[in-house]
């Protein structure tokens, strides 16, 4: 009889050879891209063959991009009742994370009420830590909009009622329950419903990433665009404040909005670390240990696959070669820049009209509140409104991917989206000295990407990012599908 040790003892020595064997080829392709990459972008860029690229018309891109005839609308296109007089209980949730990812889970919670026939009751935004905010959703949304907006939704209230029993007042205790990450519309219509019928209210926390995107139902893709661009509007002195600090930028002509993503948090969970002094590499490793999952990170290899968020320095080198110049005004949305000035420096001199919501706000209104949830609703709403968003970090950026579905709903407002893995072997060369055809090797990439226009969204970006088609509409459409609803006009 063979014992059990000795079988799996094999099993794991098998899989360590192949986990062996894997590291190995992973790191020599790693290798490949590091020595080969530069080379082919060197090739491809600089030979008198390849037929030069011609300039980007500048003009074009403070206008909105091409909408090839597609409009936004979300309103309903089949049979959507209003929501029944008797619902099957309350639904409470606790939205955690920055002020960008509690609005996408505010959107998820009005489709899971709708989902299981709730009476939603407000959500609960976290006291956030970061940003050490507690302004809750009465202190930045506008309640009676919200509510006014999706009452042919869902059925929403403030805060759960109390009820009178045998001549008693009592309180509805909500059953807690976790849902799973990223969970399907199933779990919902089982799980979550039969606790919510048997205790008459839950509440589900965290709720960050608890209903799937992708759901094969373009009504409910729909119900999410009407609360994220309809319903959820702040309060009106964030509006007005927002609106001055664009009408002050605009009064001197176009103006460009940057989400500048230089920051500790993000440097420290992209694990780019090789730019910084042994101090503040000393800082950021310290915050990675404390934040986020131990995991062998190389620079040189980060690097190469675009992991790395642009460094301000060439961010301007982009803008440089896309054409624009010293007299371009932009709007930073950023929070404390890791690195300080010296990082700073090598933009400002290519663009040193640089304005953020402290620098135009005259009223001093956000002196005592830049870092709170309030300065990032203005940041958030300025950067809607200006003519032309640049995100440097929009892969798990909340803010950037957010203000990009919001601005493609808005009429196709002209976005920048640099293609940090195909520059990142553009701008390796420029380090290593071949300069020769940079800014043309720049421009090759950048007109491989979309401008704003409406587009496939293809995994991994993200339904809040990229909304269409669901959300948009044809007056002339081949596809019935697509044909703007009569009478919609958003």
Known sequence: MRRPVEGTTFKKLHHKQVKQAKGLLYKLAIAAVLLIAPTIYFVASYSPTVESISEVDVQKLWDAADSGGWRPSSVPRSDWPPPPSESNGYLRVRCNGGLNQQRTAICNAVLAARIMNATLVLPELDANSYWHDDSGFQGLYDVDHFIKTLQNDVRIVESIPEIKKNGKTKKIKAFQLRPPRDAPIKWYTTTALEKMKEHSAIYLTPFSHRLAEEIDNAEYQRLRCRVNYHALVFKPHIMDLSHKIVDKLRSQGHFMSIHLRFEMDMLSFAGCFDIFSPEEQKILKKYRKENFAEKKLIYSERRAIGKCPLTPEEVGLILRALGFDNSTRIYLAAGELF????????????????????????????????????????????????????????????????????????????????????????????????????????RRVMLKTNFGGPHKRVSPESFYTNSWSECFCQTSASNPADRCPDGSDE
């Open 339 to 442: 690195g300080g000035e010296r990082f700073m420096k090598p933009f400002r001199s290519m663009f040193p009209l640089l304005e953020n919501h402290s620098t135009v706000d005259s009223s001093n209104e956000l002196k005592d509140n830049t870092q709170g949830l309030i300065g990032s609703a203005v940041d958030y709403m300025v950067c809607l409104l200006s003519d032309i968003f640049m995100p440097t970090y929009d892969g798990p950026s909340n803010f950037a991917n957010n203000l990009l579905g919001h601005r493609l709903y808005s009429g196709f407002r002209t976005a920048i989206r640099p293609d940090r893995k195909g520059l990142a072997p553009v701008f390796i060369d420029r380090e290593k000295g071949r300069t020769a055809g940079f800014e043309e090797a720049v």
